[in-house]
Protein backbone atom coordinates (compact mmCIF):
# COMPACT_ATOMS: atom_id res chain seq x y z
CA UNK A 1 0.00 0.00 0.00
CA UNK A 2 1.43 3.33 -1.06
CA UNK A 3 1.92 5.78 1.56
CA UNK A 4 2.36 8.66 -0.38
CA UNK A 5 0.78 9.54 -3.49
CA UNK A 6 0.93 12.25 -5.93
CA UNK A 7 -0.92 13.76 -8.41
CA UNK A 8 -1.56 16.94 -10.37
CA UNK A 9 1.31 17.29 -12.21
CA UNK A 10 0.75 18.86 -15.92
CA UNK A 11 2.03 20.58 -18.93
CA UNK A 12 1.96 24.32 -18.11
CA UNK A 13 2.96 27.54 -19.99
CA UNK A 14 5.40 30.02 -18.65
CA UNK A 15 3.78 32.35 -16.18
CA UNK A 16 1.09 29.60 -15.02
CA UNK A 17 0.11 28.17 -11.97
CA UNK A 18 -0.19 24.71 -10.93
CA UNK A 19 -1.34 22.46 -7.72
CA UNK A 20 0.63 18.98 -6.40
CA UNK A 21 -1.14 17.27 -3.98
CA UNK A 22 0.62 14.57 -2.06
CA UNK A 23 -2.42 11.88 0.02
CA UNK A 24 -0.65 10.57 2.73
CA UNK A 25 -1.34 7.43 5.04
CA UNK A 26 -2.29 8.78 8.70
CA UNK A 27 0.73 6.69 10.09
CA UNK A 28 2.74 8.53 7.46
CA UNK A 29 1.47 12.09 7.77
CA UNK A 30 0.67 12.54 11.55
CA UNK A 31 3.37 14.89 13.23
CA UNK A 32 5.67 14.25 10.42
CA UNK A 33 7.86 17.05 8.61
CA UNK A 34 6.37 16.92 4.62
CA UNK A 35 8.47 17.84 1.64
CA UNK A 36 8.50 18.09 -1.71
CA UNK A 37 11.71 17.79 -4.04
CA UNK A 38 11.77 17.90 -8.00
CA UNK A 39 14.23 16.45 -10.16
CA UNK A 40 14.90 17.62 -13.93
CA UNK A 41 16.62 15.72 -16.49
CA UNK A 42 19.95 14.83 -16.13
CA UNK A 43 20.23 16.69 -12.82
CA UNK A 44 20.27 16.01 -9.40
CA UNK A 45 17.02 15.87 -6.79
CA UNK A 46 16.52 19.19 -5.27
CA UNK A 47 14.52 20.15 -2.18
CA UNK A 48 11.81 22.83 -2.67
CA UNK A 49 9.96 23.02 0.34
CA UNK A 50 9.00 21.72 3.51
CA UNK A 51 6.43 21.79 6.12
CA UNK A 52 6.46 20.81 9.36
CA UNK A 53 3.63 19.61 11.66
CA UNK A 54 3.08 23.19 13.15
CA UNK A 55 2.91 24.81 9.76
CA UNK A 56 6.53 26.48 9.96
CA UNK A 57 7.60 26.31 6.13
CA UNK A 58 11.17 26.14 4.59
CA UNK A 59 11.65 27.35 0.76
CA UNK A 60 14.44 26.86 -1.93
CA UNK A 61 15.45 30.45 -2.91
CA UNK A 62 14.41 29.37 -6.51
CA UNK A 63 10.78 29.28 -5.60
CA UNK A 64 10.40 31.60 -2.68
CA UNK A 65 7.51 34.46 -3.49
CA UNK A 66 6.38 31.84 -6.21
CA UNK A 67 5.95 28.59 -4.33
CA UNK A 68 3.68 27.60 -1.12
CA UNK A 69 3.36 24.49 0.72
CA UNK A 70 0.94 23.83 2.87
CA UNK A 71 -0.47 20.90 4.60
CA UNK A 72 -4.15 19.74 5.45
CA UNK A 73 -4.36 17.70 8.21
CA UNK A 74 -7.99 17.04 7.84
CA UNK A 75 -6.93 15.07 4.68
CA UNK A 76 -3.98 13.78 5.18
CA UNK A 77 -2.87 15.91 2.02
CA UNK A 78 0.15 18.40 1.48
CA UNK A 79 0.10 20.78 -1.76
CA UNK A 80 2.34 22.56 -3.12
CA UNK A 81 1.10 25.76 -5.03
CA UNK A 82 3.43 26.87 -8.04
CA UNK A 83 2.34 30.41 -9.09
CA UNK A 84 4.45 32.49 -11.80
CA UNK A 85 6.37 28.89 -13.34
CA UNK A 86 9.13 28.91 -15.70
CA UNK A 87 11.18 26.11 -17.69
CA UNK A 88 13.39 25.74 -14.95
CA UNK A 89 10.96 24.33 -12.80
CA UNK A 90 10.38 21.56 -15.44
CA UNK A 91 11.18 17.79 -13.37
CA UNK A 92 9.45 15.10 -11.54
CA UNK A 93 8.61 16.53 -8.13
CA UNK A 94 8.58 13.74 -5.38
CA UNK A 95 6.64 14.11 -1.81
CA UNK A 96 8.49 13.08 1.29
CA UNK A 97 8.01 12.40 4.75
CA UNK A 98 9.89 12.56 7.53
CA UNK A 99 8.53 11.06 10.76
CA UNK A 100 11.20 11.62 13.73
CA UNK A 101 10.18 12.87 16.74
CA UNK A 102 10.57 16.93 16.64
CA UNK A 103 11.55 16.92 12.85
CA UNK A 104 13.43 19.29 11.42
CA UNK A 105 11.56 21.85 8.82
CA UNK A 106 14.69 20.84 5.92
CA UNK A 107 14.25 20.63 2.07
CA UNK A 108 17.50 18.53 2.58
CA UNK A 109 16.36 15.08 1.09
CA UNK A 110 18.82 12.88 3.99
CA UNK A 111 16.09 13.93 6.60
CA UNK A 112 13.44 11.96 4.53
CA UNK A 113 13.03 8.15 4.75
CA UNK A 114 9.52 7.89 3.34
CA UNK A 115 8.78 9.26 -0.52
CA UNK A 116 6.18 9.06 -3.34
CA UNK A 117 6.51 7.70 -6.82
CA UNK A 118 6.26 11.53 -7.92
CA UNK A 119 3.76 13.47 -10.37
CA UNK A 120 5.40 15.34 -14.02
CA UNK A 121 5.62 18.76 -14.44
CA UNK A 122 6.36 20.65 -17.44
CA UNK A 123 6.88 24.14 -18.28
CA UNK A 124 6.69 25.56 -21.86
CA UNK A 125 7.65 28.57 -23.58
Known amino acids: QAQLVESGGDSVQEGGSLRLSCAAS????????MAWFRQAPGKEREGVAA???????NYADSVKGRFIISRDDATNTVYLQMNTVNAEDTGMYYC???????????????????WGQGTQVTVSS
Open 96 to 114: AANRRTNCVVSILSREYLT
Open 26 to 33: PYTYGRAC
Open 51 to 57: VGPRGIS
